[in-house]
């Protein structure tokens, strides 16, 4: 009878957080004047992690995988060959960016010191890695990223798109996370397609250039902008969404086309009379990028207030030979890798000999279209490979010089060059 009796209390008992009763539960803990299921346990433990987790951070998301510069610049190097300047900065950029944001919160000292954006410009010839290194960044801080084209922007009231729909993709690219949209990064490509028309400041209404250079001041500074989640004009009834952007870090790429003549005019590189000489400093005439100043954007028709607001401006050098054969095989997601592994799915044995990758690499030289110039070659020379293969019963592929260039007929190569 006594067993009886304690068997039902046992079963009467439940927890007191949940009111499960014992039965429904894997574990019931027992404490002085009350009980605790396994279920409220779990639940309780994940809401102290996140606690302790905002507390650490500074309130940054608990998924930022904030590294130190080296680690940051090793792990570009996995996917980005040479191009070691623009990747040294860009390292120091983004992690004095999330310091920053580690820093808001520390307001309890009397200096108060407040750290500025640290906004990006990539100058570079297409093809060179501006977006790979913008992409690989976000990858590994596992931050919303979104990539805008500069193209497609006008100023408000006219046909395009308005500035504020570059914050509509990277709200899409959070999941419509708020919190996590304003601590992500935005690259505007085609910067340069934005510069002023004309040398003369607002003679004429420039909707596509100047307009959007003005109109994208506060965003790139910080402000609060009311924001479409869909897009602003197909969808009006629709309600905004308020973007904070003092925490959004903006990288700017551009091909600036022709700007090799401003920075060439700038170095005086015209010796005129007798006394006058070049040898005073050597100047690098195949890449006269590396001396890059705001003022040159300037010249090209950016407004200093925007050159202001992007304070680190770095440069891609252009891809040699040298880089180009490296860009192939050596890289994490290398061309050749990656149709290693598209005809790998297909069990097709994949090899390609060293004569044809230099093949490749010569063509892709002649074509001037950096990486991109590489797929282009690699996929003229595989097609016929990949059509025909996975239906075949032998299923063997060796790339030599021959064949590659066998492939590579002088259509395909006039056609391919007209494409540049």
Known sequence: KHKAIQMSKEENLECSFCGRKKAE????????????CDKCIEQAHGIVEEEVSETNTGGLSKDLLLKKPVEIKTFLDQYIIGQDETKRAMAVAVYNHYKRLLQTTDTDHEDEVEIEKSNIVLVGETGTGKTLVARTIAKMLNVPFSIVDATVLTQAGYVGEDVESILSRLLQAADYDLEKAQRGIVFIDEIDKIARKGDNPSITRDV???????????????????VAPKGGRKHPEQKFIEVDTKDILFIAGGAFSGIERIISKRLNRQAVGFSASLDDDKIDEENLLQYIIPSDLKAFGLIPEIIGRLPVLSY?????????????????NSIIKQYTKLFAMDAIDFTIEEDALNYIVENAVA????ARGLRSLCEAIFTDAMFELPSAEEKVLKVTKQYAASKLTNTTLKKLRAAS
């Open 367 to 370: 074509y001037k279209l950096g």
């Open 208 to 226: 596509s250039g100047e307009g959007v250079q003005q109109a994208l001041l506060k965003l790139l500074e910080g402000t609060v902008v009311n």
């Open 316 to 332: 891609m050098n252009p891809l040699d030979a040298i880089t180009l054969r490296a860009i192939l095989t050596t890289p994490k």
């Open 25 to 36: 539960t894997d574990l019931l803990i027992a404490g002085v004047d009350a009980h605790i």
